[in-house]
C-alpha cells in the first residue's frame, strides 16, 4: 500500500507503526465518507486480529482505535486514533 508523505509524518507523529497499517488493511471495516474509504477496527475485526495474532496481544491493544484515510487513487492519505465514535450510514 502507497502512503503519501503526509500519512508517513501522521505515521510517525502519532505513534501508529507499519503493522497497524498492515492489520487494519486485511483485517479492518471499512466505510466510505466523502469520496474516500475509513478503516477502522471495530470490535469484531479487532478480535479478529488478537485472535490471529494472540501472543502480541498486549502489544496491539493500543491500536484498537487507530484508523486510516484512503483516497480514490488508493493511496494512504493519513493516519490517526479515533476519539470519538465514528458515525456509519
Not at 500500500?1 to 503493522?19: D, E, F, S, Y
Not at 488478537?50 to 484508523?67: M, S, T
Request: with cysteine.
Amino acid at each position: 500500500m502507497a502512503l503519501t508523505k503526509h500519512a508517513q509524518n501522521r505515521m510517525q507523529q502519532r505513534g501508529i507503526p507499519p503493522l497497524a497499517v498492515e492489520l487494519l488493511m486485511a483485517y479492518g471495516r471499512i466505510e466510505y465518507q466523502n469520496g474516500s474509504q475509513l478503516l477502522y477496527f471495530d470490535n469484531r475485526s479487532f478480535k479478529r486480529v488478537c485472535k490471529k495474532l494472540d501472543a502480541a496481544r498486549k502489544n496491539i491493544e493500543q491500536l484498537a482505535k487507530a484508523y486510516l484515510v484512503i483516497g480514490e487513487n488508493g493511496q494512504v492519505i493519513t493516519t490517526s486514533h479515533r476519539t470519538k465514535q465514528i458515525k456509519r450510514k
